[in-house]
């Protein structure tokens, strides 16, 4: 061993010795090509070539010496990450807080005992690992007629519904008015037998007129199944839908019942973020304060695919606690692929809207108890108070106006739509006290006219008495029915961010550009709205280094 180490040192030094020997000849050629001063062509030739035996020799030089002794590859140890390996309970807490709607926990408590429905063959309870999962977030059920795919179930305990405690399971079916019997397992805690009982109502959550009323398309649906009286008194861990009692399921989705014990003032919703390849970061973070400023809680969004400098943001404001960020899909057949799945979404626009309905419904099931409002709304929209300055001061304003019109409460209280568009500017281009990256303190300039009423509205919506959702107001209701109130344009709008009119607009939106009128309503906010902003995007490096 002694000798080979000799021999590996004597190596070295060889290496070293004919190193220098090498720039030694190629000094002395350089001083004799200098020396030649009368043939300049041959002395840049001669630098030239002398320079390229130096960087050979050098690299030849540093590739020798950083590469380790061959007797120390002998121990080496190359580093891996170990630190990564992680039990099974917190790989189960990592998948719950991926799939919230799976019952892991519930699962995890009783995967060893036996638990089924009068006998072993009739409605085992499923593990976990034999669902049928579709495209991530969604469960699935196969039936003799239709495809279900499930995204979440509910508790709904209020007191203006008709039919009881039960459980609201919203998910989408490829079929119109669906005709297959279908059962609820439902599954409670310190029961081994569930509590099973037959479908109480397909809840269309779609209006036929506007089409893709046809079979084979998924279309959205809230399903209701009544707990029975034996049961009233306990909340189900989770919920199983099977087409036969006995039917072991293909699907268990943990019962969300969120109820806190104060409720908080305004909740908004955020549809499935589809910006990949537009970068919004900028608007969305002035959005985000502004709506935080006027009052809003918390802000929920559903995300599909967003571009980095969006994903930032969200990361920001859901580590403080303002925002909740879901990741979402589309199910069945549509597409999901980055890119593919936005040509979709422009595309096949009824589509598209009718896959939002799931998440704004989702928003409002799992706050159905935690906010006394919920506004459903695109970051282009803001709910802005005309005479106050927050959606607290201008809810007391309007619930006095509603009460004396009509003495209930109503689903919702709508505000008219109006269009800041994005060419009308004033003429010297930017106002110079705000930021001209400051999106919506720099459109001030509005259309002079509004859109009809009930068209293109938003809502503050009442969850007590909201059934299902769409993007501009309840679908159905609890107790009485649908009622909205609508607020005066003298109390509040909806001031409405954009390039263009929508596409069902075209021909009036000549008219709105024609008559526009300057309103600075939002320079109320300016030196908050400013001062927050700032901070947000300096922190978040969105400004170069001064």
Same mark, same amino acid.
């Given at each position: 061993?002694?000798?080979?180490?000799?021999?590996?040192?004597?190596?070295?030094?060889?290496?070293?010795?004919?190193?220098?020997?090498?720039?030694?000849?190629?000094?002395?050629?350089? /001083?004799?090509?200098?020396?030649? @001063? %009368?043939?300049?062509?041959?002395?840049? !030739?001669?630098?030239?070539?002398?320079?390229?035996?130096?960087?050979?020799?050098?690299?030849?030089?540093?590739?020798?010496?950083?590469?380790?002794?061959?007797? !120390?590859? /002998?121990?080496?140890?190359?580093?891996?990450?170990? /630190?990564?390996?992680?039990?099974?309970?917190?790989?189960? %807490?990592?998948?719950?807080?991926?799939?919230?709607?799976?019952?892991?926990? $519930?699962?995890?408590?009783?995967?060893?005992?036996?638990?089924?429905?009068?006998?072993?063959?009739?409605?085992? #309870?499923?593990?976990?690992?034999?669902?049928?999962?579709?495209?991530?977030?969604?469960?699935?059920?196969?039936? *003799?007629?239709?495809?279900?795919?499930?995204? *979440?179930?509910?508790?709904?305990?209020?007191?203006?519904?008709?039919?009881?405690?039960?459980?609201?399971?919203?998910?989408?079916?490829?079929?119109?008015?669906?005709?297959?019997?279908?059962?609820?397992?439902?599954?409670?805690?310190?029961?081994?037998?569930?509590?099973?009982?037959?479908?109480?109502?397909?809840?269309?959550?779609?209006?036929?007129?506007?089409?893709? $009323?046809?079979?084979?398309? #998924?279309?959205?649906?809230?399903?209701?199944?009544?707990?029975?009286?034996?049961?009233?008194?306990?909340?189900?861990?989770?919920?199983?839908?099977?087409?036969?009692?006995?039917?072991?399921? &293909?699907?268990?989705?943990?019962?969300?019942?969120?109820?806190?014990?104060?409720?908080?003032? +305004?909740?908004?919703?955020?549809?499935? =973020?589809? +910006?990949? $390849?537009?970068?919004?970061?900028?608007?969305?973070?002035?959005?985000?304060?502004?709506?935080?400023?006027?009052?809003?809680?918390?802000?929920?969004?559903?995300?599909?695919?967003?571009?980095?400098?969006?994903?930032?943001?969200?990361?920001?404001?859901?580590?403080?606690?303002?925002?909740?960020?879901?990741?979402?899909?589309?199910?069945?057949?549509?597409?999901?692929?980055?890119? #593919?799945?936005?040509?979709?979404?422009?595309?096949?626009?009824?589509?598209?809207?009718?896959?939002?309905?799931?998440?704004?419904?989702?928003?409002?099931?799992?706050? =159905?108890? @935690?906010?006394? $409002?919920?506004?459903?709304?695109?970051?282009?929209?803001?709910?802005?108070?005309?005479?106050?300055?927050?959606?607290?001061?201008?809810?007391?304003?309007?619930?006095?106006?509603?009460?004396?019109?009509?003495?209930?409460?109503?689903?919702?209280?709508?505000?008219?739509?109006?269009?800041?568009?994005? %060419? =009308?500017?004033?003429?010297?281009?930017?106002?110079?006290?705000?930021?001209?990256?400051?999106?919506?303190?720099?459109?001030?300039?509005? @259309?002079?006219?509004?859109?009809?009423?009930?068209?293109?509205?938003?809502?503050?919506?009442?969850?007590?008495?909201?059934? &299902?959702?769409?993007?501009? +107001?309840?679908?159905?209701?609890?107790?009485?029915?649908?009622?909205?109130?609508?607020?005066?344009?003298? %109390?509040?709008?909806?001031?409405?961010?954009?390039?263009?009119?929508?596409?069902?607009?075209?021909?009036?939106?000549?008219?709105?550009?024609?008559?526009?009128?300057?309103? &600075?309503?939002?320079?109320?906010?300016?030196?908050?709205?400013?001062?927050?902003?700032?901070?947000?995007? !300096?922190?978040?490096? #969105?400004?170069?280094?001064?």
């Amino acid at each position: 061993m002694a000798a080979f180490i000799g021999i590996g040192v004597l190596r070295h030094m060889l290496y070293r010795l004919i190193f220098w020997a090498a720039i030694l000849l190629c000094l002395s050629q350089l /001083l004799i090509t200098l020396w030649r @001063s %009368d043939r300049p062509m041959a002395m840049k !030739s001669s630098n030239i070539n002398t320079r390229m035996i130096l960087q050979n020799m050098i690299d030849f030089h540093s590739a020798r010496t950083t590469t380790p002794p061959y007797e !120390s590859l /002998l121990t080496v140890e190359p580093w891996v990450d170990k /630190l990564s390996v992680q039990s099974e309970q917190l790989i189960m %807490d990592q998948v719950q807080k991926r799939l919230p709607n799976l019952p892991v926990s $519930y699962w995890n408590q009783n995967k060893n005992k036996a638990m089924y429905y009068k006998n072993e063959s009739c409605a085992k #309870f499923p593990s976990i690992y034999e669902l049928e999962f579709n495209n991530v977030y969604w469960q699935s059920l196969q039936t *003799s007629n239709g495809s279900f795919h499930l995204y *979440s179930a509910y508790y709904d305990v209020r007191k203006l519904s008709r039919i009881g405690p039960a459980v609201r399971i919203l998910g989408m079916i490829n079929r119109i008015e669906p005709t297959v019997k279908t059962h609820c397992q439902f599954w409670f805690d310190d029961h081994r037998q569930p509590v099973i009982v037959k479908i109480m109502e397909y809840k269309y959550i779609w209006y036929k007129k506007w089409g893709n $009323y046809k079979q084979g398309i #998924f279309q959205p649906y809230l399903i209701a199944c009544q707990i029975p009286k034996s049961h009233h008194h306990a909340v189900p861990a989770s919920v199983s839908l099977v087409e036969n009692v006995c039917d072991k399921a &293909t699907n268990n989705l943990r019962v969300v019942y969120n109820r806190p014990a104060v409720k908080k003032g +305004f909740a908004v919703c955020v549809k499935g =973020l589809d +910006f990949l $390849y537009e970068d919004l970061s900028v608007r969305l973070v002035e959005w985000i304060e502004l709506l935080h400023i006027l009052g809003a809680d918390k802000i929920f969004f559903y995300q599909l695919q967003v571009h980095p400098n969006i994903s930032k943001v969200l990361d920001h404001y859901e580590s403080v606690g303002r925002v909740h960020v879901t990741p979402l899909t589309l199910p069945g057949g549509q597409p999901n692929v980055p890119g #593919f799945q936005h040509l979709y979404l422009t595309k096949k626009v009824n589509h598209k809207r009718q896959n939002e309905l799931i998440p704004y419904n989702d928003c409002l099931y799992r706050n =159905l108890y @935690s906010y006394e $409002y919920i506004a459903l709304l695109d970051i282009d929209e803001v709910i802005m108070p005309i005479q106050t300055r927050t959606w607290k001061e201008l809810m007391d304003t309007v619930m006095v106006k509603a009460l004396a019109a009509r003495n209930e409460t109503r689903a919702s209280y709508n505000v008219r739509n109006v269009y800041f568009l994005d %060419d =009308l500017i004033h003429t010297h281009g930017w106002f110079k006290t705000m930021p001209k990256y400051m999106h919506m303190l720099q459109h001030v300039y509005r @259309s002079k006219n509004y859109t009809k009423p009930n068209q293109y509205v938003k809502c503050f919506h009442n969850p007590e008495r909201a059934l &299902t959702l769409h993007n501009h +107001f309840p679908l159905a209701c609890l107790s009485q029915g649908c009622t909205s109130y609508a607020m005066d344009t003298a %109390d509040a709008h909806l001031q409405h961010y954009r390039a263009d009119c929508v596409k069902t607009l075209k021909k009036t939106c000549t008219e709105f550009r024609q008559n526009s009128v300057i309103d &600075t309503t939002i320079w109320r906010y300016k030196r908050d709205l400013i001062s927050r902003v700032s901070n947000t995007l !300096s922190s978040l490096g #969105f400004f170069p280094a001064i």
